[in-house]
């Protein structure tokens, strides 16, 4: 499972490279955005998250540039037995048709003694990309089962534009 879940997360990734968004002139990826992201998640114990995000805005719509799609990685605490600390890397669409948004992770949790890896698929509404609320489920990828955060969660997401890469 842990090899399957490294590999859609690159492929998802792989996408920025090549499909979504770039030049024909340029190599490797072209982004439009730097974002920085805050997240607030609810399941078993609360976690609150930072990261940065590199968007490409969805071109393909009537709505031109209403939504984004890319890469992200976030860094977060959460409160379930005395503190964990949390890394995500991930993929996301946010603000397709305007109020759609899914995401894809790979989340470890670690307390520096322990570490844990999970799956994360999520899918919610969006408010054109900026605010998204979102409904998932931890699959736990590790061998063992030391922090128990598989199961369902709610999402409320955040993201600012930070700096705009296209000019």
Same mark, same amino acid.
Do not use: W
């Given at each position: 499972?842990?090899?399957?879940?490294?590999?859609?997360?690159?492929?998802?990734?792989?996408? /920025?490279? /090549?499909?979504?968004?770039?030049?024909?002139?340029?190599?490797?990826? #072209?982004?439009?955005?730097? $974002?920085? +992201?805050?997240?607030? $998640?609810?399941?078993?114990?609360?976690?609150? %998250? !930072?990261?940065? *995000?590199?968007? $490409?805005?969805?071109?393909? #719509?009537? @709505?031109? &540039?209403?939504?984004?799609?890319?890469?992200?990685?976030? @860094?977060?605490?959460?409160?379930?037995? %005395?503190?964990?600390? /949390? /890394?995500? =890397? &991930?993929?996301? =669409? *946010?603000?397709?048709?305007?109020?759609?948004?899914? +995401? !894809?992770?790979?989340? %470890?949790?670690?307390?520096? $003694?322990?570490?844990?890896?999970?799956?994360?698929?999520?899918?919610? !509404?969006?408010?054109? &990309?900026?605010?998204?609320?979102?409904?998932?489920?931890?699959?736990?990828?590790?061998?063992?089962?030391?922090?128990?955060? *598989?199961?369902?969660?709610? *999402?409320?997401?955040?993201? =600012?534009?930070?700096?705009?890469?296209?000019?």
């Amino acid at each position: 499972m842990k090899i399957i879940t490294i590999h859609i997360i690159a492929a998802l990734i792989a996408l /920025s490279y /090549s499909v979504c968004g770039q030049d024909q002139e340029s190599i490797g990826p #072209s982004f439009d955005d730097l $974002n920085l +992201r805050c997240t607030y $998640n609810f399941a078993t114990a609360h976690e609150f %998250n !930072v990261g940065f *995000s590199l968007t $490409n805005k969805i071109r393909a #719509s009537i @709505f031109e &540039g209403a939504g984004h799609y890319g890469p992200f990685i976030d @860094f977060g605490y959460t409160n379930k037995t %005395n503190g964990l600390f /949390s /890394s995500k =890397i &991930g993929y996301e =669409i *946010s603000g397709a048709l305007l109020i759609m948004c899914g +995401r !894809v992770s790979l989340i %470890n949790y670690t307390d520096f $003694n322990n570490s844990q890896f999970y799956f994360s698929p999520e899918i919610g !509404v969006s408010a054109l &990309g900026v605010l998204n609320l979102t409904y998932g489920y931890n699959f736990n990828i590790s061998q063992l089962n030391y922090y128990k955060l *598989s199961g369902h969660h709610v *999402s409320l997401n955040m993201k =600012i534009k930070l700096i705009d890469l296209k000019k």
